[in-house]
């Protein structure tokens, strides 16, 4: 996520000028780079020199919990993408970019709980004995981050969407 996070930032302050097209080639290049960084690890991980060879038996057991996990993405994501749409119709563009702008902002503290619950999975995966261990650090390393975040949120949402433009604020 790093990789792909600080690629494609990279990439978009060069592909802008491209418009549309420039972010979504800056998106893909990132995705990609980062999609074949993990593979390398992964394959270096599991012994075979960074090469994936998958046979038909191999992924029989993955297509059920694949097709869950990515249902269950979608629906995690739907809110995100529909509300904006039910704001706009509603309330016009201008309360639609001021929703998108003060949810963008709140997304980033968001990011606190799923960084902590992958943080969870990952170690609860290694050692399946020491999972209520596990799951107090993720709790208080969620809740010591969480909390300040949503305060300045709350105290200083105004000045931080000021920031982004002085419309937004309002």
């Given amino acids: 996520t790093l990789i792909f996070s ?28 980062a999609v074949l960084f993990a593979g390398r690890i992964l394959g270096h991980q599991l012994g075979r020199n960074g090469r994936f060879t998958p046979t038909l038996a191999s992924l029989n057991g993955l297509w059920g919990f694949s097709l869950n996990n ?4 979608f629906a995690e994501g739907l809110p995100i993408m529909l509300l904006p749409l039910v ?6 563009k201008v309360a639609s970019a001021r929703y998108y702008m003060a949810m963008t902002v709140c997304g980033v503290v968001y990011l606190i709980s799923v960084a902590g619950a ?5 170690a609860g995966s290694r050692s399946s004995d020491e999972f209520g261990l596990h799951l107090r650090k993720a709790v208080l390393f ?5 909390l300040p975040s949503a305060g300045l949120v709350f ?5 931080i969407l000021r920031l982004l433009g002085d419309r937004k604020s309002v």
Avoid: R
């Fill in 6 to 33: 600080v690629l494609k930032i990279l990439l978009i302050i060069f592909l802008v000028q491209f418009g549309a097209a420039g972010i979504y080639v800056a998106w893909m290049l990132a995705l990609a780079a």
């Fill in 70 to 73: 990515y249902v269950a993405a």
């Fill in 87 to 92: 704001v706009i119709s509603f309330y016009g």
């Fill in 118 to 122: 992958q943080g969870l999975f990952s």
């Fill in 142 to 146: 969620i809740t010591c981050l969480t």
């Fill in 155 to 159: 105290f200083f949402g105004t000045d």
